[in-house]
């Protein structure tokens, strides 16, 4: 219930006027004991005016700051009831990125382990053909140094064949040039 300002201003007015005719009346007419109980009384009563009225306008405030401390509460309690939801929902999402990251890496894992036979595989099929092709070089090798020392042998058989049949030859010219009588020819042996 609200109080009205008139109401209060009112009773104060008439509790003051009461009293000041209270007092007027004590120290001027004594004896109208009747005037002076009629004046106690309305004085009495714009006490208790005045008083609820005062009491009412607490009443009204606190009841108005009571309101008000419930909204602040109310709207407390929804911004709590907002940030907590957010903050698990934050908290979900969190939690979701760090299961993706975990299998990330999990898969990160697996690759790189596949990754490392790939490669052991790789390198064992390099090493092999590394290996047949030095067996093939080898071999090949050493038909070529056969062949070499072979044609080696041949060139120097070859060689000897010759020399002896170049030797036969310059005998014979020596011989043919030497023996004959012949100025010219002699000549052009030496």
Same mark, same amino acid.
């Given at each position: /219930?609200? *109080?009205?300002?008139?109401?209060l ?8 006027a009461?009293?000041? *005719? =209270?007092?007027?009346?004590i120290?001027? @007419?004594?004896? /109208?004991? $009747?005037?002076? +109980? *009629?004046?106690?009384? +309305? &004085?009495? @009563?714009?006490?208790?005016?005045m008083?609820?009225? +005062? ?19 109310? *709207?407390?309690k929804?911004?709590?009831?907002? @940030?907590?939801?957010?903050?698990? &929902?934050?908290? !979900?999402?969190? $939690?979701?990125l760090?299961?993706?990251?975990? $299998?990330?890496?999990?898969?990160? #894992? #697996? ?6 036979? !790939? ?6 099929i ?23 020392v $072979? /044609?080696?042998?041949? @060139?120097?058989?070859?060689?000897? =064949?010759?020399? =002896?049949?170049?030797?036969? +030859?310059?005998?014979?010219?020596d ?9 010219? #020819?002699r000549? #052009?042996?030496?």
């Amino acid at each position: /219930m609200k *109080v009205k300002r008139s109401n209060l201003t009112f009773s104060a007015v008439g509790f003051v006027a009461s009293i000041l *005719v =209270e007092l007027f009346l004590i120290l001027n @007419a004594p004896g /109208m004991t $009747q005037m002076l +109980i *009629v004046f106690g009384l +309305i &004085a009495l @009563a714009n006490t208790y005016f005045m008083v609820d009225s +005062i009491v009412k306008k607490v009443d009204e405030i606190s009841e108005t700051t009571i309101d008000k401390q419930t909204e602040l509460v109310k *709207v407390e309690k929804g911004i709590y009831s907002v @940030a907590k939801r957010d903050e698990t &929902a934050k908290k !979900q999402q969190n $939690q979701l990125l760090l299961e993706q990251i975990e $299998q990330l890496k999990e898969e990160n #894992r #697996r690759l790189n382990a596949e990754l490392i036979e !790939q490669q052991k595989v790789c390198t064992k099929i390099l090493v092999k053909k590394s290996q047949e092709d030095s067996s093939r070089t080898l071999t090949s090798s050493d038909r070529i140094s056969k062949l070499l020392v $072979q /044609m080696n042998g041949n @060139a120097s058989n070859n060689s000897k =064949e010759t020399l =002896e049949l170049l030797e036969e +030859i310059n005998r014979t010219l020596d011989t043919y040039y030497n023996d004959s009588k012949d100025n010219v #020819r002699r000549m #052009r042996a030496n």
